[in-house]
């Protein structure tokens, strides 16, 4: 079954408006979280990488304030897109890294199943 | 950053016909992990492989990773038509952070 859910699952909103995604880790605490942009036909690129308690770090051309990232727990991150507009219409995916209970301490890194965002 | 490239960009076969896309790296590749993403879904972690040389297979996929570790494979054999997607080669750049390749996108016709 998933081990990373993401809600929502699709978003249309205004321009202008902020939109909240929400990343969890399923039955394993993530150690760190990773969000991820792929525009159509393209590959994944990632944004910023999160660990628990700490501010995220970013990659060189993602705008901190724009893309706000909390990783509040260690089974939840919330990439915020404040202040949407078109270009920043895509498929956002987070993914956690863990290590699953049985499976001997072994850290992986799991994909959500992705935010499709539309921004009109 | 590294960048890991991958060919081809796109491949359409005959359903039956076998399928490879490369993964190059002017530098040492860490460890490559390699992804499917089926039309319209995410990213589905396939393999990983570590050592210089290594050969994995699942069923009638083929995973090699090149000897100098600057290269990586995926060869499908005899393709089928639930063999669509795109697959992604991606390699580890300081120690987690996952950097992907470009994607092969794979179409069959039936």
């Known amino acids: 079954g998933a081990v990373v859910s993401q809600h929502p699952s699709r978003v249309i909103c205004k321009s202008g408006t902020s939109v909240k995604i929400e990343c969890r880790s399923l039955?394993?605490?993530?150690?760190?979280m990773f969000w991820y942009r792929q525009f159509p036909k393209q590959s994944l690129m990632l944004m910023a990488t999160?660990?628990?308690?700490?501010?995220?770090?970013?990659e060189q051309g993602v705008e901190k304030d724009k893309f706000l990232i909390n990783h509040a727990s260690l089974t939840l991150s919330t990439l915020t897109v404040t202040s949407a507009h078109p270009e920043d219409s895509s498929f956002y995916i987070c993914?956690?890294?863990?290590?699953?209970?049985?499976?001997?301490?072994?850290?992986?890194?799991?994909f959500g199943p992705g935010t499709r965002l539309l921004v009109l | 950053g590294q960048q890991v490239m991958q060919i081809p960009q796109y491949q359409h076969v005959q359903e039956g016909e076998d399928f490879t896309t490369y993964c190059n790296s002017s530098?040492?590749?860490?460890?490559i992990q390699w992804y499917k993403q089926r039309p319209g879904g995410h990213p589905v972690f396939l393999i990983q492989?570590?050592?210089?040389?290594e050969v994995k297979k699942q069923k009638r996929l083929t995973f090699q990773f090149g000897e100098a570790k600057k290269n990586s494979s995926l060869h499908i054999t005899a393709t089928q038509t639930t063999d669509v997607g795109t697959y992604f080669c991606?390699?580890?750049?300081?120690?987690?952070?996952?950097?992907f390749g470009q994607g092969t996108r794979l179409t069959i016709n039936p």
């Open positions: 993914s956690a890294r863990g290590a699953l209970a049985g499976g001997r301490g072994r850290e992986t890194q799991y």
């Open positions: 039955d394993f605490q993530a150690t760190t």
């Open positions: 999160s660990n628990e308690g700490s501010k995220a770090t970013y």
């Open positions: 530098t040492t590749l860490s460890n």
């Open positions: 492989l570590v050592k210089s040389g």
């Open positions: 991606a390699d580890f750049q300081g120690a987690q952070k996952l950097v």
